[in-house]
């Protein structure tokens, strides 16, 4: 009878100390962001006069709307299973962003401290990882001009593989594969604008390094377009940062070709389709994709992108003035022609934290020949409140 027990007990001892070994944890997360915005745009150019005002309650300014889970399991010598899903969602009527059940973040894997992190599902590409400088918020937004920088459709790429190296006394790798059996699922922009399902393979690398006041980030993105024909799109760009504790300086350039990928900045991304088409009635030039919704950008389209970002601590927040500009081929005379024209954005915006959760913001900003067509002009400006949980 006292060896059955003792065994018992020896057997539970066991087992407990299994499970203290192998530690799970399960987090629920979210981004709260709401607020008040007024937008204006205006067509002047080829003797039309198109506008578009609206203001009201805005919401994913600084952060886009989002609830998430993300968990971890220890699997003993420092290596980890982890898992991430994650969707977004608007204040305003509670609506899910997206038909998909996490269309934002959806992913497993492995995380090694010695070997690094290979995750499977919908992620980001190097992209967006490796995109370090101070930046600004909608209009003001890099990623207005950059392609494969922004946090978009284009960028989050499903049926993915990504491997990311182990931190390097602040380097770290990414290598990213997205096959292309993709099923159907929207994930870019063709290079005549419009959304494309059948994808072909993608490739998203990069590099960076953030160590005290320096970071430098670089990504390189190739999409194959096998559905349309076409070339493939390709994007890359470099960031560098430094923080002078007075000032933090960034700089970043790229260039992009045969479309954008992960664009923010088309004529529907930011005015909407209804204003492209009367902008299209005025002016033939600018020609429309299959579905009529966007501007086309050409088979050879190419542009070159840069970013200057400068932040600084405010009476306890912190103050940002960013300016993005981008050229294009888009005047070639077999293209737009007088049509098109290098876009230019300014934003200021201000950020005062309440806690180390919740933060007020305000933000004012312009944008000239938005989307590469000249004379179509944007201001925006606005407060807001940031919560995260």
């Given at each position: 009878?006292?060896?059955?027990?003792?065994?018992?007990?020896?057997?539970?001892?066991?087992?407990?100390?299994?499970?203290?070994?192998?530690?799970?944890?399960?987090?629920?997360?979210?981004?709260?962001d709401t607020g008040y915005g007024y937008q204006n745009y205006?067509?002047?150019?080829?003797?039309?006069?198109?506008?578009?005002?609206?203001?009201?309650?805005?919401?994913?300014?600084?952060?886009?709307?989002?609830?998430?889970?993300?968990?971890?399991?220890?699997?003993?010598?420092?290596?980890?299973?982890?898992?991430?899903?994650?969707?977004?969602?608007?204040?305003?009527?509670?609506?899910?962003?997206?038909?998909?059940?996490?269309?934002?973040?959806?992913?497993?894997?492995?995380?090694?401290?010695?070997?690094?992190?290979?995750?499977?599902?919908?992620?980001?590409?190097?992209?967006?990882?490796?995109?370090?400088?101070?930046?600004?918020?909608?209009?003001?937004?890099?990623?207005?001009?950059?392609?494969?920088?922004?946090?978009?459709?284009?960028?989050?790429?499903?049926?993915?593989?990504?491997?990311?190296?182990?931190?390097?006394?602040?380097?770290?790798?990414?290598?990213?594969?997205?096959?292309?059996?993709?099923?159907?699922?929207?994930?870019?922009?063709?290079?005549?604008?419009?959304?494309?399902?059948?994808?072909?393979?993608?490739?998203?690398?990069?590099?960076l390094y953030a160590n005290g006041p320096i970071g430098v980030?670089?990504?390189?993105?190739?999409?194959?377009?096998?559905?349309?024909?076409?070339?493939?799109?390709?994007?890359?760009?470099?960031?560098?940062?430094?923080?002078?504790?007075?000032?933090?300086?960034?700089?970043?350039?790229?260039?992009?070709?045969?479309?954008?990928?992960?664009?923010?900045?088309?004529?529907?991304?930011?005015?909407?389709?209804?204003?492209?088409?009367?902008?299209?009635?005025?002016?033939?030039?600018?020609?429309?994709?299959?579905?009529?919704?966007?501007?086309?950008?050409?088979?050879?389209?190419?542009?070159?992108?840069?970013?200057?970002?400068?932040?600084?601590?405010?009476?306890?927040?912190?103050?940002?003035?960013?300016?993005?500009y981008s050229t294009s081929n888009l005047d070639d005379s077999?293209?737009?022609?007088?049509?098109?024209?290098?876009?230019?954005?300014?934003?200021?915006?201000?950020?005062?934290?309440?806690?180390?959760?919740?933060?007020?913001?305000?933000?004012?900003?312009?944008?000239?020949?938005?989307?590469?067509?000249?004379?179509?002009?944007?201001?925006?400006?606005?407060?807001?409140?940031?919560?995260?949980?």
């Amino acid at each position: 009878m006292k060896k059955t027990l003792l065994a018992a007990a020896l057997l539970a001892g066991f087992a407990t100390a299994g499970v203290a070994q192998a530690e799970t944890s399960v987090t629920l997360y979210g981004i709260l962001d709401t607020g008040y915005g007024y937008q204006n745009y205006k067509y002047d150019g080829n003797s039309a006069d198109v506008t578009a005002k609206s203001s009201g309650l805005r919401d994913g300014t600084v952060n886009g709307n989002r609830f998430g889970l993300k968990g971890s399991e220890d699997l003993g010598d420092g290596l980890r299973a982890i898992f991430q899903l994650e969707q977004g969602f608007t204040m305003g009527d509670g609506e899910a962003a997206s038909t998909k059940a996490f269309h934002r973040q959806a992913f497993v894997g492995l995380s090694s401290d010695n070997w690094g992190t290979f995750t499977m599902g919908r992620q980001y590409s190097a992209g967006v990882d490796t995109f370090l400088v101070p930046n600004g918020y909608n209009l003001g937004d890099a990623d207005k001009i950059f392609g494969s920088t922004g946090l978009s459709e284009g960028t989050r790429v499903d049926n993915s593989f990504k491997y990311v190296t182990p931190d390097l006394s602040g380097f770290k790798g990414i290598l990213m594969y997205g096959t292309d059996n993709d099923g159907g699922t929207t994930v870019g922009r063709n290079t005549d604008g419009s959304s494309f399902a059948d994808r072909g393979s993608r490739v998203s690398v990069g590099a960076l390094y953030a160590n005290g006041p320096i970071g430098v980030g670089a990504s390189y993105d190739r999409q194959s377009q096998t559905a349309t024909g076409n070339d493939a799109a390709t994007s890359w760009q470099i960031n560098g940062s430094y923080d002078f504790e007075v000032v933090k300086l960034g700089l970043a350039y790229g260039q992009d070709r045969h479309g954008k990928m992960g664009w923010n900045g088309s004529g529907k991304g930011i005015v909407g389709k209804d204003m492209v088409k009367a902008i299209n009635a005025a002016n033939t030039k600018l020609p429309l994709n299959a579905k009529g919704e966007d501007f086309a950008l050409p088979n050879d389209f190419k542009s070159n992108n840069y970013h200057v970002g400068l932040s600084a601590p405010l009476a306890g927040g912190v103050l940002y003035a960013g300016w993005n500009y981008s050229t294009s081929n888009l005047d070639d005379s077999d293209k737009w022609s007088d049509s098109a024209d290098n876009i230019s954005t300014y934003q200021l915006n201000y950020v005062y934290p309440l806690s180390k959760r919740t933060s007020l913001y305000t933000y004012a900003s312009y944008a000239k020949n938005i989307g590469y067509v000249r004379d179509l002009k944007g201001t925006e400006a606005g407060v807001g409140l940031n919560h995260k949980f």
